[in-house]
């Protein structure tokens, strides 16, 4: 085999093992703590295009504690939807500063879609109803690196 067909050979079972990987959940994205007052979040960080539309997508199951932190380039009305993702879920949209714009719960394995009320770079999901057991409403403030507001 010459070099050309092995490096064509190497690309093809490149791009076949990154779609094999698609298939299942993403478990070792990049973690950053957050808080929303005395509850603690060990949120993973989606930052790629191809991270965020992965997403929670495939999870069977996420600890309580946990959830995905989506950041976005810049600011814009981001819009979710649950395709493939088998858990029940809430998404907080946040400003720039941790404010929660607006809660959606969303059904799993649906296409309907959920939006921000007003543009924003950041969208953490959580299990449903972990914002609403801890009274977290929209104007709530998230605190954590990405939202320049870290605990000392």
Known sequence: MNASARLLLSLVLLAASTAQAQEGPQLNLQRVKLSAGMHQIDAQVALT????????MHRKEMPAHEGMLFVFEQAGVQCFWMKNTLLPLTAAFVADDGSIVNLADMKPQTTDSHCSAKPVRYVLEMNQGWFAKRNIQAGAQLRGQPFGNAKP
């Open 49 to 56: 295009p191809q991270q965020r539309a992965i997403g929670l």
